[in-house]
């Protein structure tokens, strides 16, 4: 089984890429060789957009998963669709770069409110433009305010923001660097991507984020709610 390259993931940037068709689904879903599509995972939604056919039908992606194995990714287009896709075809895909860039960040701006609030964390979730992280934290005293001072100024270092991996034993001797109870680190390929912000945060993550800090502009915290004893989630938004 020949395994879907993720562009993404070199280029988080990457708006459009010519791709091979190496399957269709039954439930309509076309398997590519390659894609700058991120598929849904680890809190973030996946990315849509659009398939262009070579002879210029442009086909709706409505959402991308992974496959069963993870090893090959799957843009979801429809039963009707996806009929009309042949294994070896040559495809062009583009990609709804308003909303990713958005979800890109907002998936920044959650790093930072981990640094914030250096607590664990039991959740999380990113919109187009908005998003939360839960932490186990057992008292509260939380201020909307004070924390959004803080983080906005976390964002005005703007700092850059960079990946490098290192492999599963190196993680496993650097167990402080996980910072998520209920998601763990995208592993099984031998490998862990970290992602550093510089002099701020560093911890693993297979998500898509900006350069640097200050293109995450403006964010407030816009509420916090109890989730239980020792649960609280903190939401933030996008100014602009």
Known sequence: MTATALLFRDDAYAR????TVLSVTPEGGIILDRTVFYAQGGGQPGDVGAIVRANGERIEVTNT???TDRSQIVHLVGADAASRFAPGESVEL?????????????HTAL?????VLPYPVTGGAIGDGDGRLDFDIPDAGLDKTELTDKLNALIARDAPVTERWITDEELDANP???KTMSVKPPRGSGRVR??????????PCGGTHVRRTG?????SITDIEKKGKQ??????SLID
């Open 94 to 106: 583009q990609l709804d770069w308003e909303r990713r860039f958005k979800r890109m960040r907002v």
């Open 16 to 19: 459009s890429c010519t791709a």
């Open 176 to 178: 402080g660097l996980v």
């Open 215 to 219: 293109e995450i502009g403006q964010a």
């Open 111 to 115: 790093h930072l409110l981990s640094v």
């Open 194 to 203: 970290l992602v550093e912000i510089e002099g701020i945060d560093l911890q």
């Open 65 to 67: 998963v992974y496959g």
């Open 231 to 236: 649960n609280r989630r903190v939401r933030l």
